[in-house]
């Protein structure tokens, strides 16, 4: 197993810890509470890692990635949605031409 994925696990162990939580005490209860919020934040981490991966370095795009799978993984738990099931959509992907998969997708 790699490191990544034991400690994506951790974290969204973390993250799923801190449901119910106090808003004004975790900024991931914050986020919890808020999902239109966790969305927005996603998305501007994930302008963040652009700009990182255009105009900065390896180190910088590891840092923003780092920020994105957080807010990644805390979208995820606000919304309901469980790792197993990103993975089950991605499973279901294999083996599959990327263009062929995105032309069923828009059917």
Same mark, same amino acid.
Request: net charge negative.
């Given at each position: 197993?790699?490191?990544?994925?034991?400690? %994506?696990?951790? %974290?969204?162990?973390?993250? &799923?810890?801190?449901?119910?939580? &106090?808003?004004?005490?975790?900024?991931?209860?914050? %986020?919890?509470? &808020?999902?239109? !919020?966790?969305?927005?934040?996603?998305?501007?981490?994930?302008?963040?890692?652009?700009?990182?991966?255009?105009?900065?370095?390896? &180190?910088?795009?590891? *840092?923003?990635? *780092?920020?994105?799978?957080?807010?990644?993984?805390?979208?995820?738990? *606000?919304?309901?949605?469980? !790792?197993?099931?990103?993975?089950?959509?991605?499973?279901?992907?294999?083996?599959?031409?990327?263009?062929?998969?995105?032309? *069923?997708?828009?059917?």
């Amino acid at each position: 197993m790699s490191r990544l994925f034991e400690t %994506l696990e951790r %974290l969204a162990a973390t993250i &799923d810890s801190r449901k119910g939580g &106090d808003p004004a005490a975790s900024y991931t209860a914050k %986020l919890l509470a &808020d999902p239109a !919020l966790a969305a927005k934040k996603l998305g501007e981490e994930a302008v963040e890692t652009v700009i990182a991966a255009v105009a900065q370095g390896p &180190d910088e795009i590891a *840092a923003e990635s *780092a920020d994105l799978l957080y807010h990644w993984l805390v979208l995820l738990a *606000a919304s309901g949605v469980s !790792l197993d099931a990103v993975a089950d959509k991605l499973a279901a992907r294999e083996g599959t031409s990327g263009l062929a998969e995105k032309a *069923a997708r828009s059917k």
